[in-house]
């Protein structure tokens, strides 16, 4: 069961699973345009999800992931939220990420549905974050259940370097 706010909420489409290897995607970045994971071709990469950017455990994710990765040439950091790429792309200007990957799921929240990751009741993502190896297999993820809470970054960590 999933909670945001205390409260239960549905999700929509079905969770991926350790082991697939996951759907592409097309979704808005902060410049108004298109990326999905055939941009990243060849990197490992770090799905971070979060509900809202402007949020303080959502901005602390963002921060964590791409403090933590940003050294590395054979990952990527994606964070992927419902808010609009004017937000995202203010959000990173403040926080001086001008580097950081953000993907706008706003417009039809076609990543939401094929991730099992939407929230039916707000129209928001809930949080997790999944870690791809270069194939874009799925090798860890961790679906949060509560969605005001933050997640296992070590764990996270740990998984990607194993790859």
């Not at 489409?13 to 345009?33: A, I, N, Y």
């Not at 203010?90 to 953000?102: D, I, S, T």
């Not at 039916?120 to 799925?138: C, K, P």
Request: proline residues 2%; glycine residues 6%.
């Amino acid at each position: 069961m999933t909670t945001f706010r205390g409260e239960k909420v549905t999700l929509v489409g079905k969770r991926v699973q350790v082991g697939e290897v996951v759907p592409d995607f097309s979704l808005m970045t902060r410049e108004l345009t298109h990326q999905g994971l055939a941009d990243f071709a060849g990197k490992k990469k770090v799905i971070s999800v979060v509900p809202s950017i402007d949020t303080g455990i959502c901005s602390m994710q963002t921060r964590t992931f791409n403090k933590a990765l940003s050294d590395r040439d054979d990952t990527v950091v994606i964070t992927i939220s419902e808010d609009l790429p004017f937000a995202q792309a203010r959000w990173c200007g403040v926080e001086g990420l001008e580097h950081a990957v953000m993907l706008s799921d706003y417009y039809d929240h076609s990543f939401g549905k094929a991730y099992g990751l939407l929230m039916e009741e707000w129209h928001l993502l809930a949080r997790a974050v999944l870690v791809l190896d270069s194939d874009n297999r799925l090798t860890y993820a961790e679906y949060l259940e509560n969605v005001n809470s933050e997640p296992n970054y070590q764990a996270a960590l740990d998984a990607l370097n194993q790859l």
